[in-house]
């Protein structure tokens, strides 16, 4: 079993849904990210969070530490969101340990 | 330039071969990661700098594989004696202290 898990592998939604990718680990950790990859191979990292929400624009990430689980919510989705969503963990020191990743689609 | 930068972008070799890497993290950035994404797999941690303190190196698969950083800049990640199972894209990524980590674009090697 993979320390840190995501759900689903791939999600496919229309142009305006509401999207939520999910991520649960098994470790303690000291903070979680979420990373965005672009078709080209282009990383960006979204949010690093330990505690409670954080929002930008659209994209909110939650995290409940006790539940070991966290959330990335896409409001009002749009095509230029297709990217693989990755959740990682950083645990000991500032090594991050990756999920599987989820490749988001959404069509217009 | 504002951003990580790497190179080469592309990389090919044959099996047995040495190859550099290089990372130019963003000014300032006190930390600085190599990370690899072999094709289909996930991201994988490699090695970590932080400053003048000794290197994490817990990532890297074999002793064919090393890091260096020079003072405190630029990074090479060398891999000796290439092997097939080495092609990946392999991302570099810096960070001031251990804040948000920015990521290069990465290089694509493929060992033949």
């Known amino acids: 079993k993979n320390e840190v898990e995501q759900s689903p592998q791939n999600l496919t939604a229309q142009e305006g849904e509401f999207i939520t990718i999910n991520c649960s680990y098994s470790v303690g950790i000291s903070a979680l990210h979420w990373l965005q990859q672009h078709p080209g191979g282009g990383i960006v990292s979204l949010f690093m969070l330990s505690s409670g929400k954080k929002k930008h624009g659209r994209l909110i990430a939650t995290i409940n530490i006790q539940e070991k689980h966290s959330s990335l919510h896409i409001t009002a989705s749009h095509p230029r969101d297709s990217a693989v969503y990755i959740c990682?963990?950083?645990?000991?020191?500032?090594?991050?340990?990756f999920g599987e990743g989820t490749q988001l689609t959404v069509n217009p | 330039g504002a951003g990580v930068s790497q190179s080469p972008s592309n990389k090919v070799t044959e099996k047995g071969k040495d190859v550099e890497l290089r990372c130019d993290p963003i000014s300032g950035h006190t930390a600085l990661y190599w990370y690899r994404q072999s094709l289909g797999q996930g991201l994988e941690f490699l090695i970590y700098?932080?400053?003048?303190?000794?290197?994490?190196k817990s990532g890297l698969p074999s002793d064919r594989f090393s890091a260096e950083r020079t003072g405190g800049s630029v990074s090479t990640l060398t891999i000796q004696r290439t092997q097939q199972e080495d092609s990946a894209v392999y991302l570099c990524?810096?960070?001031?202290?251990?804040?948000?980590?920015?990521f290069g674009p990465g290089t694509r090697l493929l060992v033949l």
């Open positions: 700098f932080q400053g003048n303190s000794a290197p994490d």
């Open positions: 990524a810096s960070s001031f202290r251990q804040e948000t980590q920015y």
């Open positions: 990682a963990v950083k645990t000991s020191g500032s090594r991050l340990t």
